[in-house]
């Protein structure tokens, strides 16, 4: 019964986070030229730590060493959040998942609508993921 409560935890701070985002990404859309830098400001000093991580490749590789997944770290703690997913060719986010875990718990996806993805995409792409 612990891990369910646990898990419900931590969701609800899923839910708060990315409610934070989606209020962040909509001023971000909203923004004129004149507060769009600041919106992005505000996107980019909302993570905790960005990471990036190399794939499989052959060595000798060109490709060697070009990030293909990124992470984004919302909250850490009991409970955490991050957003995860893969990076393009020209190292931007094709993909966001928005994940939680409480204490000794695995990550678990946070269920989002096709429009929540979006979101959390635009989201994602705020964030420079090159050297």
């Known amino acids: 019964?612990?891990?369910?409560?646990?898990?419900?935890?931590?969701?609800?701070?899923?839910?708060?986070?990315?409610?934070?985002?989606?209020?962040?990404?909509?001023?971000?859309?909203?923004?004129?030229?004149?507060?769009?830098?600041?919106?992005?400001?505000?996107?980019?000093?909302?993570?905790?730590?960005?990471?990036?991580?190399?794939?499989?490749?052959?060595?000798?590789?060109?490709?060697?060493?070009?990030?293909?997944?990124?992470?984004?770290?919302?909250?850490?703690g009991g409970p955490a959040v991050r957003i995860i997913g893969d990076l393009n060719k020209y190292l931007e986010p094709e993909t966001a998942t928005i994940q939680h875990q409480d204490w000794f718990t695995p990550w678990e996806d946070y269920t989002l609508t096709h429009k929540q993805e979006d979101t959390l995409l635009i989201y994602a792409r705020c964030f420079w993921f090159g050297e």
């Open 1 to 76: 019964m612990e891990s369910i409560k646990e898990n419900k935890h931590s969701e609800e701070q899923a839910k708060a986070q990315f409610d934070g985002i989606a209020e962040m990404v909509e001023n971000l859309l909203n923004a004129d030229d004149n507060t769009r830098d600041d919106a992005r400001q505000r996107i980019n000093e909302n993570a905790l730590e960005v990471q990036v991580r190399v794939d499989w490749h052959t060595p000798g590789s060109e490709e060697v060493n070009k990030p293909t997944e990124y992470t984004i770290l919302l909250c850490t």
